[in-house]
DNA sequence: AGTGTGATGGTTTTT
DNA sequence: CCATCACACT
């Protein structure tokens, strides 16, 4: 079956006119750097490019893909520019297209790794046993299969969770481990039975002609692997191969690019070992730390100017990552002189901190100070783990400080679009039990658990699909009264949607559908948006939010209507499910300017003119689970992370850390996080909040100042840090109230040169915790046995030396 | 078939 | 503490 026709996908690639070439001698290299030029110029053989945080890399990227097609050494149709999500692949589009001045028609292999894999194994679907309009699983689907599988093992699901088994799987996938790969050492997990149920699960996707997203990658490799004479085709075509974020990936997606990059070697990958932070994901930092070695005589290139931060961020993340290990080494540099400091503030509680961040950020707002206003747009909050968000959202409200949450589910991960999208997929392909299984009592059709094992065994016994059983057991009146008639008026439905989809799209009749082309010309007619409004009103579905009077339902119904919205830009419904998870942003962009809050992991590649950078607590961050699962490698990849938190800011970034946090529903004293410590000195500003009693600091061991690492704590002193550049400007410009209003003050306020005072026995005083005895001292840590909360570790500029009186100090 | 209750466990997430 | 989910109850 190598019968993959040259002349289509690769042709409906427009070469670029020749005008455009002989037009300037090369205008996009005017504006690179030395190493960006180098990078772009060195286009054959293997090229590692190590583009640090803000060094252009995007723009090296697409220059060199501008190169390529400009001096004619590649034509559209022969550069494969792969990455991970969809959003980079846009806008790698889009600025190639800008830089040609054309739009980008035919680069059909420009694409994230799973599209483009989808669109190979179109082509190649049987030699997997797949027919090539297999449909693509979501994690939902996914999970419902195994559950039935887990429950067919006769194994306890509640012992042996279905989500436990997919991250297994997944995890397998991921090393291109198909079930007889996995090797026996890996084999116990799942009380032995995980790669047997991983066998049974792949037969079952098989059968029901689909695909997770992880088979994706692994089946294009099984081709690759199997059938050389297809691999040399793609390898012959694609000339050029780009990569970005290498450092991301799996060993699948590396052994698929190795394989297709031993034709001609012109592979470059670009990435950044330093930002590789999904190792808990499959990604092999691994991968591009050997690159050398697996492409000998690989050209390296490091881009190392930044554009983006002042140098005291720079220095700042530098400081902290060089506390890694086994990095490839990369310096970032800037010209920009001058900018505030990296900022340090440390808190009371959780709350605490986010009030003062939510006053901060309205300050920078509004411009009180010297700088100008910063929009909110410019501003983001960037949180380890999303739990950490919900302080602020509850604050935000509280202060009608407009926010969004960036990375929340997506759009088409939400239970109304993917009930809509299964009501879709039946109508294309009536056979697709797993749309069947989802859609068929929702909205109710009295179609309980008991109708639902009925056709279950129908269809099963009869080796056809669930619809065709349904059908059957109708004709046999093998089903109950009042079900009947629904089931009956649901089976007619997708016949009706099924024909009409048909009609719609004549060429649907063939088995096979041509992988469409992403910019296919969209249908004028709009008969399909049509359709699928008519699936949704006489399926019910519409009418069953309509009825509903939970707050959410007119959220829903309005997304079922952007839902409908999105179908114009398809040319059908097919198109549209192939392409939905690919396409479907949430991205509504809002009028209104918000403050953005996210996680650092959904941070990677976006920046921002101010960031803040809150719960830098040990346990938290470095998360202690992440400590716990993977050790040294696992901190130095949330130190990764800490350093690229720290370089999304351009000219100001405030790191702070909480004294306490409510951690499932119990206070917990926090430590301030390991990676402060690393902070470099000189490029940081301790900010203190201004205090109350910047006057009675000593007597009460409440003054100004805060605990942070021990290094933090010796050079910060009181007269430090109110002589600091940074402190006095910021009083100078305090013009309607200093940098934090202590609303509840007292508690606000925390001494960082306490430890001194300490010795053990000493009675102290804690804010949350009450009274207790000195156990242990630890650089500026004390161990606490208080009579209430037990044996506590504290940082000591959390604690006063208790009075003989045992009165609060304050 | 739909609602209520107790047990459970609890980073990071794209496709 | 709080959300989620399986199970049991009506």
């Given at each position: 079956?190598?019968?993959?026709?040259?002349?289509?996908?690769?042709?409906?690639?427009i070469p670029l006119s020749q005008r455009a070439m002989s037009a300037r001698p090369a205008p996009y290299l005017?504006?690179?750097?030395?190493?960006?030029?180098?990078?772009?110029?060195?286009t054959?053989?293997?090229?590692?490019?190590?583009?640090?945080?803000?060094?252009?890399?995007?723009?090296?990227?697409?220059s060199?893909i501008v190169h390529l097609l400009m001096t004619g050494k590649a034509r559209p149709?022969e550069?494969?520019?792969?990455?991970?999500?969809?959003?980079?692949?846009?806008?790698?589009?889009?600025?190639v297209?800008?830089m040609l001045g054309a739009?980008v028609?035919?680069?059909?292999?420009?694409?994230?790794?799973?599209?483009?894999?989808?669109?190979?194994?179109?082509?190649?679907?049987?030699?997997?046993?797949?027919?090539?309009?297999?449909?693509?699983?979501?994690?939902?689907?996914?999970?419902?299969?195994?559950?039935?599988?887990?429950?067919?093992?006769?194994?306890?699901?509640?012992?042996?969770?279905?989500?436990?088994?997919?991250?297994?799987?997944?995890?397998?996938?991921?090393?291109?481990?198909?079930?007889?790969?996995?090797?026996?050492?890996?084999?116990?997990?799942?009380?032995?039975?995980?790669?047997?149920?991983?066998?049974?699960?792949?037969?079952?996707?098989?059968?029901?002609?689909?695909?997770?997203?992880?088979?994706?990658?692994?089946?294009?490799?099984?081709?690759?692997?199997?059938?050389?004479?297809?691999?040399?085709?793609?390898?012959?075509?694609?000339?050029?191969?780009?990569?970005?974020?290498?450092?991301?990936?799996?060993?699948?997606?590396?052994?698929?690019?190795?394989?297709?990059?031993?034709?001609?070697?012109?592979?470059?990958?670009?990435?950044?070992?330093?930002?590789?932070?999904?190792?808990?994901?499959?990604?092999?930092?691994?991968?591009?730390?050997?690159?050398?070695?697996?492409?000998?005589?690989?050209?390296?290139?490091?881009?190392?100017?930044?554009?983006?931060?002042?140098?005291?961020?720079?220095?700042?993340?530098?400081?902290?990552?060089?506390?890694?290990?086994?990095?490839?080494?990369?310096?970032?540099?800037?010209?920009?002189?001058?900018?505030?400091?990296?900022?340090?503030?440390?808190?009371?509680?959780?709350?605490?901190?986010?009030?003062?961040?939510?006053?901060?950020?309205?300050?920078?707002?509004?411009?009180?100070?010297?700088?100008?206003?910063?929009?909110?747009?410019?501003?983001?909050?960037?949180?380890?783990?999303?739990?950490?968000?919900?302080?602020?959202?509850?604050?935000?409200?509280?202060?009608?400080?407009?926010?969004?949450?960036?990375?929340?589910?997506?759009?088409?991960?939400?239970?109304?679009?993917?009930?809509?999208?299964?009501?879709?997929?039946?109508?294309?392909?009536?056979?697709?039990?797993?749309?069947?299984?989802?859609?068929?009592?929702?909205?109710?059709?009295?179609?309980?658990?008991?109708?639902?094992?009925?056709?279950?065994?129908?269809?099963?016994?009869?080796?056809?699909?669930?619809?065709?059983?349904?059908?059957?057991?109708?004709?046999?009146?093998?089903?109950?009264?009042?079900?009947?008639?629904?089931?009956?008026?649901?089976?007619?439905?997708?016949?009706?949607?099924?024909?009409?989809?048909?009609?719609?799209?004549?060429?649907?009749?063939?088995?096979?559908?041509?992988?469409?082309?992403?910019?296919?010309?969209?249908?004028?007619?709009?008969?399909?948006?049509?359709?699928?409004?008519?699936?949704?009103?006489?399926?019910?579905?519409?009418?069953?939010?309509?009825?509903?009077?939970?707050?959410?339902?007119?959220?829903?119904?309005?997304?079922?209507?952007?839902?409908?919205?999105?179908?114009?830009?398809?040319?059908?419904?097919?198109?549209?499910?192939?392409?939905?998870?690919?396409?479907?942003?949430?991205?509504?962009?809002?009028?209104?300017?918000?403050?953005?809050?996210?996680?650092?992991?959904?941070?990677?590649?976006?920046?921002?003119?101010?960031?803040?950078?809150?719960?830098?607590?040990?346990?938290?961050?470095?998360?202690?689970?992440?400590?716990?699962?993977?050790?040294?490698?696992?901190?130095?990849?949330?130190?990764?992370?800490?350093?690229?938190?720290?370089?999304?800011?351009?000219?100001?970034?405030?790191?702070?850390?909480?004294?306490?946090?409510?951690?499932?529903?119990?206070?917990?004293?926090?430590?301030?996080?390991?990676?402060?410590?690393?902070?470099?000195?000189?490029?940081?500003?301790?900010?203190?909040?201004?205090?109350?009693?910047?006057?009675?600091?000593?007597?009460?061991?409440?003054?100004?100042?805060?605990?942070?690492?021990?290094?933090?704590?010796?050079?910060?002193?009181?007269?430090?840090?109110?002589?600091?550049?940074?402190?006095?400007?910021?009083?100078?410009?305090?013009?309607?109230?200093?940098?934090?209003?202590?609303?509840?003050?007292?508690?606000?306020?925390?001494?960082?040169?306490?430890?001194?005072?300490?010795?053990?026995?000493?009675?102290?005083?804690?804010?949350?915790?009450?009274?207790?005895?000195?156990?242990?001292?630890?650089?500026?840590?004390?161990?606490?046995?208080?009579?209430?909360?037990?044996?506590?570790?504290?940082?000591?500029?959390?604690?006063?030396?208790?009075?003989?009186?045992?009165?609060?100090?304050?």
């Amino acid at each position: 079956m190598s019968g993959y026709d040259e002349s289509d996908a690769f042709e409906a690639a427009i070469p670029l006119s020749q005008r455009a070439m002989s037009a300037r001698p090369a205008p996009y290299l005017d504006d690179l750097n030395p190493a960006q030029r180098a990078a772009v110029l060195a286009t054959d053989g293997p090229v590692l490019m190590l583009a640090g945080a803000g060094t252009g890399k995007t723009k090296a990227l697409t220059s060199r893909i501008v190169h390529l097609l400009m001096t004619g050494k590649a034509r559209p149709n022969e550069i494969l520019a792969v990455t991970f999500t969809n959003k980079a692949a846009r806008e790698m589009k889009e600025r190639v297209g800008r830089m040609l001045g054309a739009a980008v028609e035919g680069m059909p292999w420009m694409g994230t790794f799973h599209s483009i894999s989808v669109r190979i194994l179109r082509r190649h679907a049987e030699l997997v046993g797949l027919k090539s309009n297999f449909t693509i699983l979501d994690t939902d689907d996914q999970l419902r299969l195994l559950k039935q599988l887990i429950v067919a093992a006769n194994m306890d699901e509640k012992r042996w969770p279905a989500r436990q088994l997919a991250g297994l799987i997944d995890h397998w996938k991921n090393r291109a481990w198909t079930p007889a790969k996995v090797p026996s050492s890996e084999a116990a997990g799942f009380n032995n039975r995980g790669t047997e149920l991983y066998d049974r699960y792949q037969e079952r996707l098989r059968s029901l002609n689909a695909c997770d997203f992880g088979d994706l990658l692994l089946h294009c490799v099984t081709i690759f692997q199997t059938y050389p004479d297809i691999l040399e085709q793609y390898q012959r075509w694609l000339r050029y191969i780009m990569v970005d974020e290498y450092q991301d990936t799996n060993v699948a997606q590396y052994l698929w690019l190795r394989l297709l990059a031993q034709g001609h070697r012109n592979i470059c990958c670009v990435g950044d070992d330093d930002q590789s932070i999904y190792g808990w994901r499959g990604a092999e930092v691994g991968n591009i730390l050997r690159f050398e070695k697996d492409f000998p005589g690989a050209e390296v290139i490091r881009l190392e100017q930044n554009y983006r931060s002042t140098e005291h961020i720079l220095a700042a993340a530098s400081g902290v990552i060089e506390a890694n290990s086994g990095r490839l080494g990369k310096t970032l540099w800037t010209e920009a002189r001058g900018g505030e400091k990296v900022r340090l503030i440390g808190h009371w509680d959780g709350e605490e901190e986010a009030r003062w961040i939510g006053d901060e950020i309205e300050a920078l707002q509004r411009g009180t100070r010297q700088l100008a206003p910063v929009s909110l747009n410019d501003q983001a909050i960037l949180v380890r783990a999303s739990h950490q968000m919900r302080a602020f959202e509850d604050r935000f409200l509280t202060i009608g400080l407009p926010y969004r949450v960036i990375g929340g589910p997506r759009f088409y991960e939400r239970l109304e679009i993917r009930d809509a999208m299964a009501y879709f997929r039946l109508a294309v392909s009536p056979d697709d039990d797993l749309a069947f299984e989802r859609v068929v009592n929702t909205p109710k059709r009295g179609l309980g658990d008991k109708a639902q094992q009925e056709i279950q065994r129908m269809a099963r016994s009869s080796g056809v699909s669930l619809l065709e059983g349904a059908r059957e057991l109708l004709a046999k009146g093998g089903i109950g009264g009042k079900g009947a008639g629904q089931l009956r008026a649901f089976v007619e439905g997708i016949d009706r949607w099924h024909a009409a989809v048909l009609n719609t799209r004549p060429e649907l009749a063939d088995a096979v559908i041509e992988p469409m082309l992403p910019d296919t010309a969209p249908n004028r007619d709009h008969s399909h948006v049509r359709l699928a409004e008519t699936i949704l009103e006489e399926s019910g579905y519409t009418s069953m939010w309509q009825n509903d009077k939970t707050p959410e339902a007119p959220g829903r119904l309005e997304n079922l209507k952007e839902l409908v919205k999105a179908l114009e830009q398809f040319d059908g419904l097919q198109g549209f499910l192939e392409h939905v998870s690919l396409i479907m942003d949430n991205d509504s962009q809002d009028a209104t300017e918000k403050v953005s809050i996210m996680t650092l992991h959904a941070a990677k590649g976006l920046e921002f003119p101010v960031v803040f950078l809150p719960g830098w607590e040990d346990g938290l961050f470095p998360s202690q689970r992440s400590m716990d699962e993977s050790g040294l490698k696992g901190l130095e990849e949330e130190r990764r992370l800490a350093y690229v938190g720290i370089t999304r800011a351009e000219t100001l970034c405030t790191i702070s850390f909480a004294a306490n946090r409510r951690v499932y529903g119990q206070w917990q004293s926090q430590l301030p996080s390991r990676f402060i410590d690393e902070l470099p000195d000189r490029h940081v500003d301790v900010l203190t909040p201004p205090g109350l009693y910047g006057g009675g600091y000593g007597a009460a061991g409440m003054g100004a100042g805060f605990g942070g690492g021990s290094r933090i704590e010796e050079r910060a002193t009181r007269a430090d840090v109110y002589n600091s550049p940074g402190w006095k400007r910021l009083q100078d410009r305090s013009t309607t109230r200093p940098i934090a209003q202590p609303r509840e003050s007292r508690s606000s306020v925390i001494d960082l040169n306490a430890v001194a005072r300490f010795t053990e026995g000493d009675r102290v005083f804690h804010q949350k915790f009450g009274y207790g005895t000195v156990a242990g001292i630890e650089g500026d840590k004390l161990d606490v046995d208080f009579e209430k909360a037990g044996v506590k570790k504290v940082v000591a500029g959390f604690v006063t030396p208790a009075t003989e009186a045992g009165d609060v100090p304050f």
